[in-house]
């Protein structure tokens, strides 16, 4: 099965990283003391404090290394003393050793900060001392104290600058790490979305699991219900008459996580692993067996994961989808829409100066079409922008639309909203606002029409949308244009039937309407109050 890991948000001076940085430098400076010191003739005598160096610097890349330990500010401190009392114990002439010192503070630095940078450098300071105040009782000469301290100062001036640049790159990164993982998820979700032999579509996962569980069953009601993120229980599929008991038992059965039987009824829960998302209920007159519950179950199960992973793109998609249209809106307004208003006043300057009268009245006649297609702009900028939010629901978005339309038609607009019970799950009322604003913008550039008339029903399950207007009718799908079938498309998407047919005395109407409210929402109910046009 294939899985989608985020990666750890992480600093870009990642352990992985400041180890190399920090395994270099090290190498640097030992091959540079090795170098100086062959040079200046004092390995016989450096030679065994430069090998202890070595294994020394050896010990701790491989701490560092480790990914059980990882970095801890002891391992430079650490180090910090030895070197100060290898280099400050010495007797002899230790020539270049004393470079060495440089390392543990500036490693502190990278990896820990200035106060681990401090700290190092202070216990290197008070090793060195101690070991000149012993090689002074001693009798000891050429004790290190003098020849090392300019090493020291420049170890902590380096750490000091290293901490300083690390700090300001990891502030960086603490504000691109989200978007690194979310850009590792997305990339695997790019190649995921690939390799599926399906889409990743919450209906189309819903009615497989719906069709996989009812075949063999003798179901004559069932239905996919999932749980919102607004605590409310949402059908993704409805066949047959679901009661309010019934739905009274999918509750049960979501909090408790387990199957639940009673009276022909069969409630199974939808989970991944200890996550219940929803609910499978399926109905019959018989009665169902332990066996049967149990595999049913086990398909529910199988079936789950492809359709929590289907909710979950269906979130990023509908992101995604708002960010492109108000992307969209922004392009055109800063863009083409700009560029065509300019269009115009070149033509009305045209008709200022021009003494001919056949160019005057072709620009007035340009200057008229320019100012046409620059409303058409920015009623597509609207329409683009236009969207539900928490607040509003379907039919105030609609309102508000519908609104803009006949001020910008001048149509008259006949508005009733009968609307009962909970509120539509959000997916059905943006699906409806967007067949709604296809169907309205129809109306506005092909029909010709005096008046359109807006019909919501609702009673918070089903739903019937019908938009009439008293135009030239005709309303037909043309060759290259898909408005027709995206509304179609939509409509599918939430159950319900779509359908474009003429009124009775001139004009179209568009119905959308619950394929499971036959007989709950009629079409006589609420249509008394509309009257022929008067042209």
């Known amino acids: 099965m294939i899985t989608l890991r985020a990666k750890p948000t992480r600093a870009p001076v990642t352990a992985g990283k400041s180890w190399r940085v920090t395994t270099a430098a090290r190498v640097f400076v030992l091959a540079l003391v090795f170098g100086l010191t062959l040079s200046s003739g004092t390995i016989n005598s450096a030679g065994v404090i430069l090998l202890a160096l070595v294994l020394l610097a050896s010990v701790c890349c491989v701490l560092e290394a480790n990914p059980l330990t990882g970095p801890t500010p002891w391992t430079p401190l650490v180090e910090g003393v030895l070197t100060a009392a290898l280099i400050g114990m010495t007797p002899g002439p230790i020539g270049a050793l004393s470079i060495y010192l440089v390392i543990p503070p500036v490693v502190a630095g990278i990896r820990h900060g200035w106060v681990t940078t401090a700290n190092t450098f202070l216990a290197e300071g008070f090793v060195m001392f101690g070991a000149g105040a012993a090689a002074e009782e001693l009798g000891l000469v050429d004790a290190q104290m003098l020849s090392s301290a300019p090493w020291l100062l420049t170890g902590l001036g380096g750490g000091l600058l290293a901490a300083w640049q690390s700090r300001s790159v990891r502030n960086l990164a603490s504000i691109q790490a989200p978007y690194e993982a979310a850009h590792h998820l997305v990339s695997q979700l790019h190649t995921l979305a690939q390799r599926l032999p399906v889409g990743l579509d919450s209906l189309t996962a819903a009615r497989a699991l719906n069709d996989a569980t009812r075949e063999g069953v003798s179901a004559d009601r069932s239905a996919v219900i999932i749980r919102t993120a607004e605590d409310a229980f949402e059908p993704l599929i409805r066949e047959g008459a679901i009661s309010a008991v019934d739905e009274r038992m999918a509750s049960i059965c979501f909090g408790t996580g387990r199957p639940l039987t009673g009276k022909g009824l069969l409630a199974l829960p939808i989970r991944v692993g200890e996550h219940c998302f929803g609910v499978l209920l399926l109905g019959r007159a018989t009665s169902w067996t332990k066996r049967q519950v149990q595999e049913l179950q086990a398909v529910v199960d199988t079936q789950a994961v492809r359709l929590d992973t289907a909710l979950l793109f269906d979130d990023v998609r509908s992101f995604a ?40 009245k072709v620009a007035n006649d340009l200057r008229a079409e320019i100012t046409r297609v620059v409303s058409e702009l920015r009623f597509s900028i609207f329409d683009l922008r236009h969207d539900l939010d928490e607040a509003s629901s379907v039919s105030g978005a609609l309102a508000e639309y519908v609104r803009e339309v006949s001020h910008q038609s001048g149509m008259r607009v006949h508005l009733l909203f009968d609307e009962r019970g909970p509120r539509l799950p959000q997916r059905v009322e943006q699906e409806l606002l967007r067949i709604g604003q296809e169907a309205i913008g129809n109306a506005r550039k092909h029909a010709h029409a005096i008046n359109l008339w807006v019909t919501l029903t609702s009673d918070g399950k089903c739903v019937r949308l019908v938009i009439e207007d008293d135009g030239i009718g005709a309303a037909t799908a043309r060759p290259g244009h898909y408005g027709m ?28 309407q619950s394929r499971q409210s036959a007989g709950e929402i009629t079409e006589g109910s609420n249509d008394g109050y509309k009257s022929p046009a008067r042209r």
């Open 321 to 360: 989808t708002s960010e492109e249209r108000n992307r969209l809106a922004r392009d055109i307004h800063d863009g083409v829409a700009q560029e065509i208003a300019s269009l115009g006043y070149m033509a009305d300057e045209i008709a200022d100066t021009s003494p001919d009268d056949a160019t005057r």
């Open 485 to 512: 079938h995206t509304m179609r498309e939509r409509a599918d998407r939430i159950g319900a039937n779509f359908s474009v047919t003429s009124r009775a005395d001139g004009g179209t109407v568009v119905t959308v």
